[in-house]
């Protein structure tokens, strides 16, 4: 006998009961096609022949679980892991840091990435239908959607960066060890020269323009001298072009036959960075003054958890770091099987992404040490953060060990395969979201993927122009900075609000079989909107102009910024009030049809609206 699949109520409209079919006669049969709308009931028959009878279209699924489990954790575990975490873990009270940090994980961070995946699982769809369970909020599907598409405008040039410096780590005397280089200034200096003495003004070693490594990044690299400005951009640079277009070659590659070929090159991309970063890792603590390097990292202040800007830090970093709201969890999670163990999931890769920017302190600290015993400084004159660290100091540090073209390349092949699987993750939530959305651009997903790619490299052209770093600065402070926390804090309203705490829950039931504790459903509908909602207000009121070292950007260029910003956010209005005008009926019946799951809009024919109901917003 043939097992029978029993699917849950709600997702069934009106069918015909089942049966076994194992020895049924091929005929021809009638599709009886039922439409009740308004309150009228239309019947449509037509016969078909069998064989011209398809079967409904199946959704893609991961090749093997694993598959799954990589792309999520490639995803997440990203350069902020290794540029960010450590640096603001040293800054701010060290191993004290890691109170709030764990504190924002477990009662936000965690419980926002175990929704998505539990979302995208359940309805198998990507950022923007997966809102068929209350319509009206299909605005922030299209805004997150929109901002994962600005964020690979700047991060795949990250990506190209790296492959540059990979490509240029091929030679036994580094680019950034001398002086004597064409893109040099007359007033570099060789750091073997460097003291504690001649660093005044304040001037951290970190932040110091004149050595070999620091003009190689900004002279030999992005020709930043060369531009005067934002407004002074000047054409890309070839070698960058030629490294950006590979990067794009690499991500259509992998992207445009779905999951089963991403599924595939993660394999490589999420576990390279584990491989090269515990080789690293042996090595940097062997080095002299690394001892003190980790002492500082791990170094316990518990004054400085007096500090707001500690707890502030925390929470956008353990937000940014787990990566939820960009689409990519709910499309990643949209191809599992349904009765797959989201919950487990959830719990295994958040805990394998924080771990990761715990241990990357280590490497990267054990290096800081050993710089500031070579210059005889304080760590706090080479500990950075962002490109600076990666592209500069970093690479400064292991252009003075034995073998060190060797340990360049292992570095920029940790960078490139970090960069690549997240920069996947965006580009596959772009291409999920809009074809799940546009059935017509399913059927043509590798047309489709390459116009995506395409206009990212377009795009993303103006990063890497000699002005190049002023465009990326401002997309990376406002494509993705209040935009994103807005995105997700309307999304868990929608779901843990209007379609109802309760009734996710029951979701997450049919699928794993048990219900989500009280811990996660409090969480859900309380802890994490007002964790979002204060991270936004900060935000906010935190704002500061626009600067690049030395640089201040012009008015107009934060207008610009925030017009990025606003463009996104503004999806979610714009879409709620399209959808109120669209829909008929009276305002209460438009209201109840754009609030209600589709798979329910029967319901509101009946006036059995369950929102409007007050059990419905006082549910658990």
């Not at 199946?58 to 799954?68: A, L, M, N, P, S």
């Not at 999920?432 to 997903?445: S, V």
């Not at 929608?494 to 989500?516: A, C, H, L, N």
């Not at 209460?588 to 024919?605: F, S």
Request: net charge neutral.
């Amino acid at each position: 006998m043939m097992s029978k699949q029993v699917v849950p109520d709600h997702k069934l409209a009106s069918v015909a009961p089942m049966i076994d079919c194992n020895d049924v006669e091929r005929k021809d049969v009638e599709l009886v096609l039922v439409k009740k709308r308004n309150g009228l009931q239309c019947t449509n028959s037509t016969i078909v022949n069998s064989s011209d009878a398809g079967e409904p279209e199946r959704r893609e699924t991961w090749g093997k679980k694993v598959d799954f489990l990589l792309s999520v954790v490639g995803f997440a575990v990203d350069l902020a892991n290794v540029w960010r975490f450590p640096f603001l873990c040293y800054k701010n009270g060290g191993g004290a840091f890691l109170i709030p940090y764990l504190l924002f994980l477990l009662i936000a961070g965690m419980p926002l990435f175990y929704m998505e995946l539990a979302l995208g699982q359940f309805n198998r769809e990507g950022a923007a239908t997966v809102w068929k369970i209350c319509p009206i909020f299909k605005g922030v599907g299209y805004a997150v959607i929109l901002i994962a598409l600005y964020v690979g405008f700047y991060y795949n040039v990250i990506i190209a960066w790296s492959l540059y410096y990979l490509f240029s780590s091929f030679t036994s005397d580094l680019p950034w060890v001398h002086c004597d280089n064409y893109w040099n200034s007359k007033n570099c200096t060789d750091p073997k020269l460097f003291n504690a003495s001649l660093l005044g003004n304040g001037t951290k070693y970190s932040k110091y323009k004149i050595t070999p490594a620091a003009e190689y990044y900004e002279r030999g690299v992005l020709n930043l001298h060369e531009s005067a400005g934002i407004h002074n951009l000047g054409l890309p640079r070839w070698q960058l072009f030629l490294c950006l277009l590979v990067v794009i070659i690499i991500l259509y590659f992998s992207l445009w036959k779905g999951v089963k070929t991403s599924g595939k090159v993660v394999w490589i991309t999420a576990t390279m960075p584990y491989m090269v970063l515990f080789v690293l890792l042996i090595r940097g603590i062997t080095l002299p003054g690394a001892m003190n390097g980790i002492k500082a990292y791990l170094s316990i202040d518990f004054e400085r958890l007096k500090e707001a800007q500690v707890w502030i830090d925390a929470a956008t970093q353990i937000f940014y770091s787990l990566g939820a709201g960009f689409g990519v969890i709910i499309a990643f999670a949209s191809y599992n099987k349904f009765d797959n163990n989201c919950y487990r999931d959830a719990i295994f890769t958040s805990s394998i992404n924080c771990v990761t920017s715990f241990i990357s302190g280590f490497a990267i600290f054990s290096v800081l040490g050993y710089m500031a015993f070579k210059h005889g400084v304080d760590i706090s004159e080479v500990a950075t953060d962002g490109p600076g660290l990666v592209f500069v100091i970093y690479p400064e540090a292991i252009s003075t060990l034995p073998g060190s073209t060797f340990w360049a390349i292992m570095f920029f092949i940790m960078l490139l395969t970090l960069g690549i699987d997240s920069a996947m993750g965006g580009m596959e939530a772009v291409v999920t979201g809009i074809t799940d959305d546009f059935k017509i651009l399913k059927k043509h997903r590798k047309i489709f993927t390459l116009f995506t790619a395409g206009g990212t490299f377009l795009v993303a052209l103006l990063c890497i122009t000699n002005g190049g770093i002023y465009v990326f600065t401002l997309l990376d402070q406002f494509a993705a900075g209040t935009a994103i926390l807005f995105g997700v804090l309307i999304e868990a309203i929608g779901v843990s609000w209007f379609y109802g705490v309760d009734r996710f829950s029951e979701d997450i039931k049919q699928m794993t079989g048990f219900k989500p504790g009280l811990y996660w459903r409090l969480c859900w509908k309380f802890v994490s909107p007002a964790f979002l909602l204060f991270v936004i207000i900060v935000s906010i009121v935190k704002f500061k102009p626009l600067t690049y070292d030395e640089y201040v950007f012009p008015n107009w260029a934060n207008l610009v910024g925030w017009g990025i910003a606003v463009s996104s956010m503004s999806l979610v209005p714009i879409y709620a009030i399209y959808k109120l005008l669209t829909v008929r009926g009276s305002l209460k019946e438009r209201i109840a049809y754009c609030i209600t799951p589709e798979n329910e809009h029967y319901l509101v024919e009946q006036g059995k609206v369950q929102q409007f109901k007050l059990e419905h917003w006082l549910a658990i």
